[in-house]
């Protein structure tokens, strides 16, 4: 039997600047956060269309938002509904112990490019995939794509409350492939059953994998 599989974006030279562009925008608005914003609206400027509108239609939000207000609607986005978690291993596995794993396989991945993360970040934050994306775009591709329906179903959500940061998303989701009937089906699986539940006590002898909770701390 032919084994199914999904397509992977094919990477172009603009890939890695968009990619890195929409790691800017989904990173906390701190006090460089109008630099960033600066840098990715030029960005945005040289890319495809489909890929530079949304990018474009977020920045003049931004442009017109004071950053304090931006960095507080973040907060209360991102930092305190699960609904809108940004980090990608999440709604595939939850708060289990298979989640654990799924982190340390992302580490090793982007051990093995040489690139290296900081103390305080998580592997599977949206921003910190899209800015290894950018740095090896081919691998890159490939993680976007495996997690496309997490980050699907983050972006129908944030859609689904006019928030400003789905327009970054929908940016993100044009630079990969169409989606395939089961990646839709894997999203509405998703958006009906939500991630799953830690199965306490079937097995008393495994080692327990302590996690931050996934919807504080992202890039700052």
Not at 110 to 131: I, K, M, N, S
Request: glycine letters at 6%; aromatic letters at 8%; a neutral charge.
């Amino acid at each position: 039997m032919r084994r199914k599989t999904t397509p992977t974006a094919r990477t172009g030279s603009w890939h890695p600047h968009a990619w890195q562009a929409q790691s800017l925008l989904l990173a906390y608005p701190d006090n460089q956060f109008e630099q960033r914003l600066t840098l990715a609206g030029r960005v945005a400027a040289t890319l495809p269309k489909p890929v530079a509108r949304p990018l474009l239609r977020f920045t003049a939000h931004a442009e017109q938002t004071a950053t304090a207000d931006l960095a507080t609607a973040y907060v209360a986005t991102f930092d305190h509904r699960k609904r809108y978690c940004p980090y990608l291993t999440y709604y595939a596995h939850g708060d289990t112990r298979k989640r654990g794993i799924a982190l340390l396989r992302l580490k090793q991945t982007y051990a093995a490019a040489g690139w290296r993360l900081g103390e305080d970040e998580l592997p599977d934050h949206l921003a910190v995939v899209l800015e290894f994306a950018a740095a090896d775009p081919d691998t890159g591709a490939r993680l976007l794509t495996e997690h496309r329906a997490g980050l699907e179903l983050l972006r129908l959500a944030l859609t689904g409350d006019g928030s400003p940061w789905a327009h970054v998303l929908d940016s993100v989701s044009a630079t990969l492939p169409a989606l395939p009937g089961d990646e839709r089906e894997a999203v509405m699986r998703l958006a009906a059953q939500g991630p799953p539940e830690e199965q306490v006590g079937l097995d008393p002898y495994a080692s327990p994998v302590f996690l931050p909770d996934p919807v504080v701390g992202g890039p700052r």
